[in-house]
């Protein structure tokens, strides 16, 4: 449909064209009414759109309708000249400078293309480029046609108006191809009809410029055909959609072509203005004329451009600098951050460098997060890390390494004990937040590098002397030693192989006997487990339960001693013994340690296992414990508290929580007094009392004790044959 549209207007400019050449008189009034007639066609087409739209798109095509309309009355006033009479050079003149009114609201036209957003600079340099562009065609069409042809006259009628009319039209072209070479690729776009219509204007008003030069007494005829199909062309961009511009605001040129365009037409210029001057060897005043213009043209472009590319590099100059800081910086306090530290800490231990650290952690900051807010926190961490700076020297670096954390690097001879106690005054003293005072209190670990060491071993010291301050009470410094670093090495290492012996199964479970003073019979067994280390041999689970602990092991572990217990205890007298096996925190609060009980029992009667769960887990939240502790006292499996008298326990739990056992602590042995008053309370709560580490008989009856373990873990063979007796004298 488009291009039968297309090819139909074709045709009818060529017949157009032809026609006024054919005629022998009136050609002119036939042109002038033809394009007049098409030229109101046009502006209906646009009137008709601006009434369907607005915004944007009804401003574009209104500006649209105003420079047909002045097209439409250039065309009337060449008309009217006609009919009046007047002479050639008047009529062009005034066909010229009405045209050039509507070729000004076509530059503002495409100023305001809707989507497209010019800045100052991007409008100047596109009308200068269009400028140079235009010029130079308009030259080398000159220097082509008319340049070496001394016949050519210069001042023939009209010639003048029509060179100037045929200039800026190219002039227009050349600033709205950028523009419709930026456009989208979805089709035909009424920027690329407008932009075809104006360059069919541009080659009408050379050829009638060209028809003048050479003495012709009617060079518009010559123009007839291209002028129509330009504003046919002109009109059909009314019916087409707007294109979407792949560059978004602020425009630019959007290829490299485009931008090279000016400079291209340029060098063709000079080179075919050079084989002129050889040919005819003489100055020819248009061609200088045009030259000199286009000159200026392109100079005040290259300045512009030239301030602008000083503009960008220092943009780019400022994005970078910002980006450093932004990424060596923290963005809360501006200190320094992680990377920059460790980077600085890395150039101080270069070439046998002795820096010191400083890792200093917030005392209770997280209490001041969760009941003030974040911001408040923030706010704190703000303040101490000024106060941090007014505590070290000029050459030192403070660092937030995350979170409350900082961190200082002190490269040179400063005494970094002076600068630890310099930071808790410094620090120290209440700070105001939202109307409410908080003190602070912040722990320092201080370590010193030695010689050839890494600096992540400097960190890992550091950490570790401030683990040490926190853990014996806060708000102090402590300094690293290489005692304190064997021993963390030596922690990491058991974690490790702890690891290693879960997969190889290096447990072993012994059972140490439980018995009854009074009767000196067996009752039951207390599980024992055990990790037989390659090189370090027995260890027992107060040996390695922290280790476990922290690699979350220790559950895993349990849950082994247990079902190895529950398989011994099945080879027992069914019934007349009973098994206790002692259980971590983490395996209780476990919800599925009641399904994990009842697979290991598997026909042991639950009444003969007993778990013994460590006081601490009592001291914490019971929202987590209590559940599986009643669902394995529903189960019938007993329970029993491990360790009493260690640490603090609410004894209003030992009534709430389905207890049948307290087992004492190994330490309340030595006080006798302590230990009746201990079994007292057992008995008032109900609760069967088992005393440990006692290993004499009559100090066992001294203090009245019901239940004891008594003797060294035995193998699970040697314990079977002990059952068989049940007589405590016997266990070695």
């Given at each position: 449909?488009?291009?039968?549209?297309?090819?139909?207007?074709?045709?009818?400019?060529?017949?157009?064209?032809?026609?006024?050449?054919?005629?022998?008189?009136?050609?002119?009034?036939?042109?002038?009414?033809?394009?007049?007639?098409?030229?109101?066609?046009?502006?209906?087409?646009?009137?008709?759109?601006?009434?369907?739209?607005?915004?944007?798109?009804?401003?574009?095509?209104?500006?649209?309708?105003?420079?047909?309309?002045?097209?439409?009355?250039?065309?009337?006033g060449n008309e009217i000249g006609l009919l009046l009479g007047t002479t050639l050079e008047v009529r062009m003149f005034v066909l010229a400078v009405l045209a050039q009114g509507a070729l000004a609201c076509a530059v503002v036209t495409?100023?305001?293309v809707p989507g497209l957003r010019l800045t100052r600079a991007s409008t100047t340099r596109m009308l200068l480029d269009g400028v140079a562009v235009g010029l130079s065609l308009a030259s080398l069409a000159w220097v082509a046609l008319f340049g070496v042809d001394p016949r050519v006259d210069v001042d023939?009628?009209?010639?003048?108006?029509?060179?100037?009319?045929?200039?800026?039209?190219?002039?227009?072209?050349?600033?709205?191809?950028?523009?419709?070479?930026?456009?989208?690729?979805?089709?035909?776009?009424?920027?690329?009809?407008?932009?075809?219509?104006?360059?069919?204007?541009?080659?009408?008003?050379?050829?009638?410029?060209?028809?003048?030069?050479?003495?012709?007494?009617?060079?518009?005829?010559?123009?007839?055909?291209?002028?129509?199909?330009?504003?046919?062309?002109?009109?059909?961009?009314?019916?087409?959609?707007?294109?979407?511009?792949?560059?978004?605001?602020?425009?630019?040129?959007?290829?490299?072509?485009?931008?090279?365009?000016?400079?291209?037409?340029?060098?063709?210029?000079?080179?075919?203005?050079?084989?002129?001057?050889?040919?005819?060897?003489?100055?020819?005043?248009?061609?200088?004329?045009?030259?000199?213009?286009?000159?200026?043209?392109?100079?005040?472009?290259?300045?512009?451009?030239?301030?602008?590319?000083?503009?960008?590099?220092?943009?780019?100059?400022?994005?970078?600098?910002?980006?450093?800081?932004?990424?060596?910086?923290?963005?809360?306090?501006?200190?320094?951050?992680?990377?920059?530290?460790?980077?600085?800490?890395?150039?101080?231990?270069?070439?046998?460098?002795?820096?010191?650290?400083?890792?200093?952690?917030?005392?209770?900051?997280?209490?001041?997060?969760?009941?003030?807010?974040?911001?408040?926190?923030?706010?704190?961490?703000?303040?101490?890390?000024?106060?941090?700076?007014?505590?070290?020297?000029?050459?030192?670096?403070?660092?937030?390494?995350?979170?409350?954390?900082?961190?200082?690097?002190?490269?040179?001879?400063?005494?970094?004990?002076?600068?630890?106690?310099?930071?808790?005054?410094?620090?120290?003293?209440?700070?105001?937040?939202?109307?409410?005072?908080?003190?602070?209190?912040?722990?320092?670990?201080?370590?010193?590098?030695?010689?050839?060491?890494?600096?992540?071993?400097?960190?890992?010291?550091?950490?570790?002397?401030?683990?040490?301050?926190?853990?014996?009470?806060?708000?102090?410094?402590?300094?690293?030693?290489?005692?304190?670093?064997?021993?963390?090495?030596?922690?990491?290492?058991?974690?490790?192989?702890?690891?290693?012996?879960?997969?190889?199964?290096?447990?072993?479970?012994?059972?140490?006997?439980?018995?009854?003073?009074?009767?000196?019979?067996?009752?039951?067994?207390?599980?024992?487990?055990?990790?037989?280390?390659?090189?370090?041999?027995?260890?027992?689970?107060?040996?390695?339960?922290?280790?476990?602990?922290?690699?979350?092991?220790?559950?895993?572990?349990?849950?082994?001693?247990?079902?190895?217990?529950?398989?011994?205890?099945?080879?027992?007298?069914?019934?007349?013994?009973?098994?206790?096996?002692?259980?971590?925190?983490?395996?209780?609060?476990?919800?599925?340690?009641?399904?994990?009980?009842?697979?290991?029992?598997?026909?042991?009667?639950?009444?003969?296992?007993?778990?013994?769960?460590?006081?601490?887990?009592?001291?914490?939240?019971?929202?987590?414990?209590?559940?599986?502790?009643?669902?394995?006292?529903?189960?019938?499996?007993?329970?029993?508290?491990?360790?009493?008298?260690?640490?603090?326990?609410?004894?209003?739990?030992?009534?709430?929580?389905?207890?049948?056992?307290?087992?004492?602590?190994?330490?309340?042995?030595?006080?006798?007094?302590?230990?009746?008053?201990?079994?007292?309370?057992?008995?008032?709560?109900?609760?069967?009392?088992?005393?440990?580490?006692?290993?004499?008989?009559?100090?066992?009856?001294?203090?009245?004790?019901?239940?004891?373990?008594?003797?060294?873990?035995?193998?699970?063979?040697?314990?079977?044959?002990?059952?068989?007796?049940?007589?405590?004298?016997?266990?070695?």
């Open positions: 449909m488009r291009r039968g549209w297309l090819s139909g207007a074709v045709v009818c400019s060529v017949a157009f064209q032809v026609a006024l050449v054919m005629l022998p008189a009136g050609a002119v009034h036939v042109e002038s009414v033809g394009l007049l007639c098409v030229t109101v066609w046009a502006m209906l087409h646009f009137l008709r759109r601006a009434r369907e739209l607005t915004g944007a798109q009804r401003r574009w095509r209104l500006l649209s309708v105003v420079a047909l309309a002045l097209w439409a009355l250039a065309l009337s495409l100023l305001v023939a009628p009209g010639a003048l108006a029509l060179i100037t009319l045929s200039g800026s039209l190219l002039v227009l072209l050349s600033a709205a191809l950028p523009l419709f070479l930026g456009g989208s690729r979805n089709g035909p776009s009424s920027l690329g009809s407008f932009a075809a219509g104006i360059a069919m204007m541009a080659v009408g008003a050379v050829a009638a410029g060209f028809a003048a030069l050479a003495g012709s007494p009617t060079p518009e005829v010559a123009a007839g055909g291209a002028l129509l199909l330009g504003t046919a062309l002109l009109g059909r961009a009314a019916l087409l959609p707007l294109p979407t511009f792949v560059r978004r605001p602020p425009w630019d040129y959007p290829s490299t072509l485009s931008q090279a365009l000016p400079y291209l037409v340029l060098l063709a210029l000079a080179l075919v203005a050079g084989v002129h001057q050889l040919l005819v060897r003489q100055i020819n005043l248009v061609l200088v004329g045009m030259l000199f213009v286009l000159a200026v043209s392109v100079l005040t472009r290259q300045f512009l451009s030239l301030r602008r590319n000083a503009r960008l590099a220092a943009e780019l100059t400022r994005q970078r600098a910002q980006l450093a800081y932004q990424a060596f910086r923290d963005p809360l306090t501006g200190l320094a951050n992680r990377a920059l530290f460790a980077e600085r800490l890395a150039s101080a231990s270069a070439d046998g460098g002795t820096p010191s650290v400083l890792l200093m952690d917030l005392d209770a900051f997280k209490a001041v997060n969760d009941t003030r807010g974040h911001a408040a926190g923030d706010q704190l961490l703000v303040t101490v890390a000024r106060r941090m700076r007014t505590a070290v020297g000029n050459g030192d670096t403070v660092a937030r390494m995350g979170g409350d954390e900082f961190a200082v690097l002190l490269p040179g001879s400063s005494d970094a004990e002076v600068v630890a106690q310099r930071i808790l005054e410094r620090v120290a003293g209440p700070v105001t937040l939202d109307e409410a005072t908080v003190g602070v209190r912040v722990s320092v670990g201080v370590a010193t590098a030695r010689r050839g060491a890494s600096p992540d071993a400097v960190l890992r010291d550091a950490d570790l002397a401030l683990y040490r301050a926190k853990s014996e009470g806060k708000n102090r410094y402590r300094v690293a030693d290489r005692e304190l670093a064997d021993r963390a090495l030596e922690k990491f290492r058991l974690q490790e192989e702890l690891r290693e012996a879960v997969d190889r199964d290096e447990f072993e479970v012994g059972y140490r006997p439980l018995v009854e003073p009074a009767s000196e019979r067996v009752v039951g067994a207390e599980a024992v487990v055990r990790w037989r280390h390659p090189t370090r041999g027995l260890l027992g689970r107060a040996d390695f339960a922290d280790a476990a602990v922290a690699v979350g092991l220790l559950s895993t572990v349990d849950r082994r001693t247990l079902s190895m217990a529950c398989a011994d205890a099945r080879t027992w007298r069914a019934g007349r013994l009973t098994v206790t096996v002692p259980v971590g925190a983490a395996c209780v609060a476990d919800p599925a340690v009641v399904g994990a009980v009842l697979t290991c029992l598997d026909g042991l009667s639950p009444n003969a296992l007993e778990l013994a769960v460590p006081e601490a887990a009592l001291a914490a939240d019971l929202t987590a414990v209590e559940p599986p502790l009643r669902g394995l006292a529903d189960l019938g499996v007993g329970l029993g508290i491990a360790d009493f008298g260690a640490g603090p326990t609410e004894l209003r739990r030992l009534r709430s929580l389905p207890f049948r056992t307290l087992t004492l602590h190994p330490s309340l042995a030595g006080d006798p007094a302590l230990t009746r008053a201990v079994l007292d309370l057992a008995r008032s709560l109900g609760l069967r009392a088992v005393v440990t580490g006692v290993e004499s008989w009559a100090r066992l009856r001294d203090c009245g004790a019901p239940l004891a373990t008594y003797g060294p873990p035995l193998p699970a063979a040697e314990f079977a044959l002990l059952t068989r007796t049940s007589r405590a004298d016997s266990v070695a």
